[in-house]
């Protein structure tokens, strides 16, 4: 019988995401949305510390074991902005383009276009967890000067990974699903879970 966990968001392509990495393990994935469970405030000052706040908060109402994730865009010119403000840079949470058009406008002045994604991954077997397993990533790139391709959520139509000539959203999923920030925090996080 495989074990039931609740992935700690309410990003339907976080979750495809998710799907595709634990299709060879023995775990059945179910979401905040489809237990009904509401955000929760993000109140920490970096990645680890929000993806705390989720994991506890969704493992507290469902009663089930927990992974959350909390990941951003860290651009070199904007001071690692936007960071963990990533899915509610220009005001309204979970708005890609409007994120997609403040970012590009924002590195106009620059030359510099580096960045990197940061992903940081926390399981919980419960809420009162007292030793939540930790496991985080970073995937460098640059910032194309246009939106790119359809395959993607959030950033990945503006974030060329070193060594790649497309964007994330131009990518085969498979491709990126293992080179990617959260790709590599997740076998990380496979690796503690054993």
């Not at 775990?27 to 949305?33: G, N, Q």
């Not at 089930?64 to 001071?79: E, F, M, Q």
């Not at 409007?98 to 924002?106: A, F, R």
């Not at 970073?138 to 391709?149: H, N, Q, R, S, T």
Request: include cysteine.
């Amino acid at each position: 019988m495989k074990t039931k966990i609740i992935l700690a968001t309410h990003n339907l392509g976080k979750k495809k995401e998710f799907e595709h990495l634990f299709e060879n393990f023995d775990f059945e994935l179910t979401s905040s949305v489809e237990m009904n469970i509401s955000d929760v405030e993000e109140t920490g000052q970096t990645f680890v510390e929000n993806a705390i706040i989720k994991a506890r908060h969704a493992a507290k109402i469902s009663g089930l074991p927990s992974i959350a994730d909390d990941s951003g865009l860290c651009v070199t010119s904007l001071n690692n902005q936007p960071g963990i403000y990533s899915a509610r840079y220009a005001g309204d949470h979970g708005n890609n383009e409007k994120n997609i058009d403040l970012l590009l406008k924002n590195l106009k002045p620059f030359k510099d276009r580096r960045a990197f994604f940061k992903a940081v991954l926390v399981f919980m077997k419960h809420a009162e967890d007292p030793d939540p397993i930790i496991a985080s990533a970073k995937w460098a790139g640059v910032i194309a000067e246009e939106p790119l391709g359809i395959k993607g959520h959030g950033y990945d139509p503006i974030f060329i990974p070193l060594g790649y000539h497309q964007t994330a959203s131009e990518m085969d999923l498979n491709l990126k699903n293992q080179i990617s920030h959260r790709a590599i925090a997740f076998k990380k996080l496979i690796e503690l879970l054993k």
